[in-house]
């Protein structure tokens, strides 16, 4: 480093954004990978929300793992289960709610998503959702020959549906959780201000 570059000023910090609070559900959707949870928990964080796991709840409620119920009772089994453990939780209270890759994909899933609350699409590319997914047993669609060409193609099926979400944030590698988290509520923001007659989803705090 020459001595002009060590001299030169830090980079300046920017304005802390003020604290903001939910006022209705976030439900974050993407594909296997995305960092739904991880993200998720961190967003509840910072807005001082609640935060739930479909895939965990569905997990509790029916007292099997994910690869059990969809080994015993089926997808279809598992999508209409997902399907009503998203409907109880957007009705119970405003939260920060993380889906399963596939719920989202739902015609009906997505519908009562729509109608309770923004939904955040977590966007990645194929090289980070691998990276992130390869060593990960216990997702079933990805038991096959070659997982990394499956989840090749769920991304390019789901893709569109995802993008039918309110608000797209990009996932990008080497980003921590807090900066996610941070790029969700200014995405939030930004939407709730583009749409004044829609009912906000963040207010701020008092
Ligand atoms: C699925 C994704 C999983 C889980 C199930 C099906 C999917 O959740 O719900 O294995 O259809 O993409 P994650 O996205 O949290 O891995």
Redesign the pocket.
Known sequence: MTAIAMMEPPEPKAAAAPPMRLRRPVVLVG????G??SVGKRLAGLLGANFTDS?HEIVEAAGMS?PEI?ATLGEAA?RDG?RRVIARLLTERAGVL?T????F?EPRTRAEIKARATSIWLRADLDLLWDR?RDRPG???LQTPNPRETLAD?LDRRYPVYAEADVTVDSRRGASQEAMARAIVAAVRAHDLAHPDAPPTLEPAP
Do not use: S, W
């Open positions: 594909l296997m990978g995305a739904k949870t895939d994910i969809f598992f997902e993380a399963g890759g596939g719920a994909i997914v997702r079933p669609l769920l």
